[in-house]
């Protein structure tokens, strides 16, 4: 007898189980039910359609119902919400626009309802000034809102992906936007001292920028919403866009003896199966593994949610498929920069109790003396075994590529040696004899092999001030156009003959611009007896962390 | 005692190694000999400051014997060529521009003399007009040249990297250019079906390509040289570049009692060492293995040569330290497009006697409905185990990433499997949710596990037409735009209900335009009784190829 296949969403998760299951499986019956009108958009186009960089609305919709049904012979259901699941005999029951309300048997269910924007029980949170951005109708409405005559200002809540993406949209529309991040930084999977890059960028490009600062109250007088902060501070706009995050759309599935982790995702094995025989799960409204930390996590991507949903077919069609776990990797275009991260950062890794190291390197995104090089800062944790934990960049050309190279690496469990010899591809338009990861790698050795101590410039409180001298080892010219207060200047090629001018009973904290001159100075000091450390990211670190 | 260390050349692998050196040991005496006026040059930028995309020339001394002694205190000898070595009595004699002959003894010696340009024995070879690049003085004396008055064509022997190259960089000086390769095609890192691409590009840039033909001779008659050519074509030209490859530039150490691999290259371990006591020796002049088909191989470009300098140095500081093999990952830009590699091509391959499969995908290079999205076409070659083996790209933006991530993968001996569940990192302007490593995977593992039959192109012929039916199914449109000679057209998307006009008794060769919905037709019909296989890479592959 032929599967009967029911499946709940139909987006990026639903969609991609659909079409994987239908070229397995000729003979099956595939029923997508969908709630809202639209299947198969493209979830991560819509704030660049609101900015009017993608102009044409039907691009967002990658598959439309008719051509499911041509291509894939799938029965879609749109406006036919499935409201609750009968695991004992197997049914679901839909409430249907056009068609009213039924039930439907299956022998496999896979759900992909994803995830919905959190609006949170606040004064003046029903203003129909606040919009949430999930799908095609939130898109018309946020679109056709800000085309109006008359709305030039904007509040963003929330400093996460979909926030700064819809801050830097409205902002291209002209309009004068304040974003507003509870936290004492925008987007969390970076660490701050990364992420200030990000920050500065966005106020550079206009938009305002209220850090650490989350929202008391919303008032709606007609015109405008006025925005009350936790510090009472008051913001006036024309419309305000919360994006404060997602929540699992789990609610229809109270009642189905799912098993939920503590903030509502279904939970599922390996293979995406729940604890209900035959039901599947997949996307942002799971539970998953943290490819780093091995714990229970959850990651709305849509990576993630698309391979989620072919394996999820694959083992429904009788292949043996699994899901490892999410490393996270993600990348977003903050105005002209580039922000990317792969595996964990330091907040994870200290929740999770993992010992770790960091270094950072400034390298160009291809050989210096080919025209248009343009330096970009790359991060990487590890660990003392050398295990590449993540790394995260911060740039223009080339960052996408080097994060998703050390992410491949985290994928085989890599260590910095490995990144050290990885053979990247090199000619001058394209990076450099050293690629930028090896270089990581480089570095990355030489702290574990003790070659150099190095110190963040956040832990360098931890010194006395009676205890260490502080040297700055560029050019006198360098020294001179800024440097940290009370260093003294001796530049790396005049090291070795003024050595003397050194106290060798005080450690020595020096920096250079990036790291690299530095190091070569530790290097020197270290085998003339001295205590040294290395301020890891030079003064180019100091000066974007504002130390 | 401290080390006394002699490196010989101060370019990309000598050098690398002096630096790396003075940083492990600070008490060594290091010398670095290089026949030449300058030392650590920038070569692979030689081609674009003839082209004059790089502007400075002084961009091209990356470093100067000056500051190396400065920063590393090496003890740099320029003009100086060393003669010989005497390995039981571990001296070297030296030829100094300055100072006469002298030897000089050494504990340690490090070779990195680099390749020199073949200057093969034919007739004419000698004109002052034929140029061959490969440091500084020729990169002179080129441009030079070519700055003069009437200077206007010039033809360019061989089409490896440094050929093309020069052809697109004289190009760019508005030269009417012609490039002749021996070989069938150029770039021999790349197989015949993706190079075309490449070649494409140069003809559409303006550049004549002579593909097939060598040189018998050359005459120059004081104004212009006449190339010969062994067809007796005849090409005259003001110039003539020639770039037919290099090899080692060994013939000084023929005494030493080298051990020599069959072309030249000094044999060393996986330590960087040769047969003779405390002598190294890395770069363009060695043998390495190739970390496929682990036969030995030679490679001459700068990513390695740099990290061997670093290995031989660590070897040399008494750290263990090794070179793994290489992949030969390699990339170039040919005017507007982008062609990388790594791994093995099916020449290799072939070559080795090692089995292997093929695919290709036309990806975009982001998601599609993102403006700027522009496909390019990746050919992965894997084995029966599923182990990836290589990998060729050509296109435009986002070729080197895919390419440097494949690399990636390689290095670790990863499967597609691997590369079908890399997380990668993915926003609309950077990729898509499945990024076109995972594409690739996705397909190899459909192929490997028999979902899809595949046939390139060039196969077809295997087919005796009595026996398949040629099926194009593409939209009626597409099929009226231009299709294959016989082909009949069934759009996929009706195929379900026309599938009595197809006849069982005869195999299904079917595409489309680039494989993907010849792979869901393939489904439909293998799962409906017929004997099918799908073109990889569609129809798109067959017009690259000129099928
Ligand atoms: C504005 C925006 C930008 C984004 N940008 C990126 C990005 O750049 N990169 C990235 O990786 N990810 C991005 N994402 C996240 C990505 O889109 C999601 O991770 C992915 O779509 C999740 O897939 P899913 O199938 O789990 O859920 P969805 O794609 O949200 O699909 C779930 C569908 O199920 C339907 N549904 C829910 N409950 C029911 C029910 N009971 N009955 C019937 N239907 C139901 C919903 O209507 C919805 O259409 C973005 C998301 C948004 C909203
Ligand atoms: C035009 C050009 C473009 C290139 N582009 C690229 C590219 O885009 N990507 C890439 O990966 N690679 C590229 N390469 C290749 C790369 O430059 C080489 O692989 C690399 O430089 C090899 O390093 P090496 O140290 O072995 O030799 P070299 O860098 O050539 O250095 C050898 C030095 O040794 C000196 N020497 C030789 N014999 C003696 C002696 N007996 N005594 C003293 N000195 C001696 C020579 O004068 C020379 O300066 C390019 C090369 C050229 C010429
Ligand atoms: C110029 C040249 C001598 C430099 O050699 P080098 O000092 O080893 O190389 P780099 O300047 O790239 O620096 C790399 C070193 O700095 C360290 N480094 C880089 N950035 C750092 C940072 N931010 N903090 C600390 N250390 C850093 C690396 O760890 C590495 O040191 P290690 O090898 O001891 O681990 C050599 O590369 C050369 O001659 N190049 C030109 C010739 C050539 O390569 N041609 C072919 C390509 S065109
Ligand atoms: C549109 C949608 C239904 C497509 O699903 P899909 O058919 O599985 O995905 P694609 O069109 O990318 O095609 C991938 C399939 O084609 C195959 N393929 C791709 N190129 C091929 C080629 N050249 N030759 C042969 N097969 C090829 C792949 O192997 C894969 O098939 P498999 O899963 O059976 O191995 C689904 O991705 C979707 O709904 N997307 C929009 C929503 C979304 O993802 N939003 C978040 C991102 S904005």
């Known amino acids: 007898m032929n599967k009967k296949v029911l499946i709940v969403g139909g987006v990026a998760g639903g969609a991609s189980a659909a079409a994987r299951l239908r070229r397995l499986d000729e003979t099956a019956e595939i029923v997508m039910f969908e709630r809202d009108e639209y299947i198969s ?28 049904k041509a291509r894939f012979n799938i029965d879609v259901r749109i406006n036919s919400e499935v409201t609750g699941i009968d695991a004992k005999n197997k049914k679901v029951t839909v409430a249907s626009k056009t068609n009213g309300n039924y039930e439907e048997s299956y ?82 999977p970076f660490d701050s001292d990364m992420v200030v890059m990000a920050e500065k960028e966005m106020v550079e490009s ?10 008391k109250s919303f008032a709606d007088n007609g015109n405008q919403v006025q925005v009350t902060l936790n510090s009472d501070t008051k913001i006036d706009a024309d419309m305000i866009i919360l994006a404060i995050g997602v929540s699992p759309d789990t609610a229809f599935l109270k009642e189905s003896g799912l098993e939920f982790g503590p903030r509502g995702h279904i939970v599922v094995n390996e293979k995406m199966e729940t604890n209900l025989e035959g039901v599947y799960a997949v996307g942002d409204a799971i539970e998953v593994v943290d490819y780093i930390t091995k714990q229970q996590t959850a990651i709305a991507l849509a990576g993630p ?10 083992n429904v069609a009788g292949l043996y498929s699994t899901y490892k776990g999410t490393q996270g990797s993600s990348i977003l275009k903050v105005f002209g920069l580039t922000a990317a991260s792969t595996g964990a950062n330091e907040r994870t890794l ?35 075994e050398g295990t590449v934990l993540g790394a ?6 080339g960052v996408d590529k080097r994060i998703d ?15 050290a010899e990885l053979e990247l591809s090199y000619a001058p338009p394209f990076s450099s004899a050293k690629d930028p990861v090896n270089m990581a790698g480089f570095v990355a050795q030489n702290v574990l092999a003790g070659r150099m101590d190095v110190v963040a410039w956040k832990d360098i409180e931890n ?85």
């Open 41 to 68: 958009f493209a979830n991560c186009g819509l704030p660049y359609y609101i900015g009017e960089t993608i102009k044409d609305r039907n691009k967002l919709l990658v598959q439309t119902p008719e051509a499911m």
């Open 107 to 188: 022998d496999y269910l896979i759900l992909s309802p994803g995830g919905k924007a959190i609006r949170p029980n606040i004064p003046g949170i029903n203003s129909d000034k606040i919009f949430t951005l999930r799908n095609i109708p939130d898109t018309d409405h946020i679109k056709a809102y800000v085309d109006r005559k008359g709305i030039n200002s904007a509040v963003v809540i929330g400093g996460g992906f979909i926030g700064v993406e819809m801050a830097e949209n409205l902002k291209e529309r002209g309009m004068k936007v304040t974003l507003v991040e509870a936290a004492p930084h925008i987007l969390a």
């Open 206 to 215: 206009g938009v305002g920028l209220v850090l650490g600062d989350g929202v």
């Open 305 to 314: 949610a698309n391979k989620q949903g072919r394996i999820a077919a694959d």
């Open 350 to 384: 200290q929740r999770a109790n993992m010992p770790y190291k960091v270094i950072y390197v400034h390298p160009v995104s291809h050989a210096s003396y080919y025209p248009g090089a343009i330096p970009m800062s790359l991060k990487l944790i590890f660990n003392e």
């Open 392 to 397: 995260q960049g911060i740039g223009y050309d």
């Open 405 to 419: 190279v050390i992410a491949t690496a985290i994928r085989f469990n890599g260590t910095v040696d490995d990144l």
């Open 463 to 547: 010194y006395s001030s009676q205890d260490y001298i502080l040297l700055d080892v560029r050019t006198e010219m360098e020294y001179s156009n800024g440097h940290l207060d009370g260093a003294m200047n001796i530049p790396v090629d005049s090291l070795r003959e003024r050595l003397n001018e050194l106290d060798k009973s005080k450690t020595i904290v020096e920096y250079c611009q990036v790291g690299l001159r530095g190091y070569i100075a530790a290097r020197i000091l270290l085998q003339n007896g001295f205590k040294v450390v290395n301020v890891t990211g030079g003064y180019k670190t100091s000066a974007m962390i504002g130390y």
